[in-house]
């Protein structure tokens, strides 16, 4: 075991990398729904659910290789420098070609990189805590998102206006970089971090790859989530269309880039809030994990009621908050606890197969149902409850997983 104040120090840097990141994600965030919203429209949104279900599936499976190549350190690495990179690129790309296509593919890029980075920091987390550990330190490490958020939609609200929202793609990228060094300023690496280097071609092949996915889906827990996670993501996309059309009929473009930064500035302290006084103490109870866990699962069908029943702009950012906001706060750390009781070598695959080829499948079946939006309110609601009973059913697995 690590000496305790090791993992305060290894927990204070990793708060401070997470920031980082997240500041980097919520400006590229704010940007990429401000123009999208504005210059092309709500009605297109399923084209961008599809194009980011199929490079998730491309890049999870580029990433389970990776991953195992180079190890939790040096993948971490990579995708901040990929991150970069493609706000460098996007903002290049904005100003040289702007049109449709181009903002599709901004929104696109901000997506896969909010996915990869969900997938791989989990894994990262994970590597560096055994469960006792990550029960007392997550919820505070995940304050660094919520922080890195809050200033990333500071910077987002008042800067929107004099710079142009497309510039503020320069300031995500330099959050990268920095986010980068803090990584590669930490010496200490984990045993798998070294090991990697001696992994061989044959271990990292399909059919191996294919033998973790199964060895994962031995689980109950894994396949209680895969259950659940399709009726999230399909109650999930249909709250964010829901309030994105909302937005995008009342506000233009710098309004709402400049709402989406004053939102997420306050909403994200809020979050920080919730964190830190209310989910470390739900955690610390005998059942606060599948409490939590049903307690955010009852939230997606009471927004997609109080949408339903009053549109408004409130509603709307009642919506935003429970699809984004506090899932990130809740839900996000909360499913690392529960990949956290699984065996060390199944995790990766585990949240690859979820996130990789769970969430993007269930996201094509997304972008199809809301190409008709008059059908939305025949399925939206059904699906949010269906996800409740299955939570209780992950709930269960998780028990029984922990013993």
Known sequence: MVEASTQRRLAVALWLIYALLSAGLAINDGVANALFLARVGATDLPLVFIAKALLDMLGAALYVRVDRRLGARATLVLLLVFAALGSAGAWLGVRALPGAWTYLALFAFEEVCQTLLKIHWGVYLLERFDAVSARRYFPSIYTGARVGAVAGGLMLGPLAGPLGPSNLMLVAALLFVAATVAVLARSSATPRDHESDAVNEADVGPLRALGRVRSALSSSLVRATAVATPLMVLSRYALRYRYSALLSSVLGEVELAR???????????????????????????????TSTNIGYALTLPAALALMWRVPSLLSALVGRVVESELKVALKTP????????????????????????????????????????????SWALPCAAAFVLASLLQNRAYRSAER
Do not use: K
């Open 334 to 377: 909360l499913s690392n606890l529960f990949y956290g009781v699984l065996p060390a070598e199944q995790r990766a695959a585990a949240r690859a197969l979820v996130l990789g080829l769970i969430v993007p499948l269930a996201t094509l079946v997304a972008a199809a149902l809301l190409r008709r939006p008059a059908w939305l309110d």
């Open 259 to 289: 709402v989406y930064g004053l939102y997420v500035a306050s909403a994200n302290t809020l979050a920080v809030l919730v964190q830190l006084f209310v989910t470390a103490r739900l955690y610390a109870l005998p059942s606060g994990v």
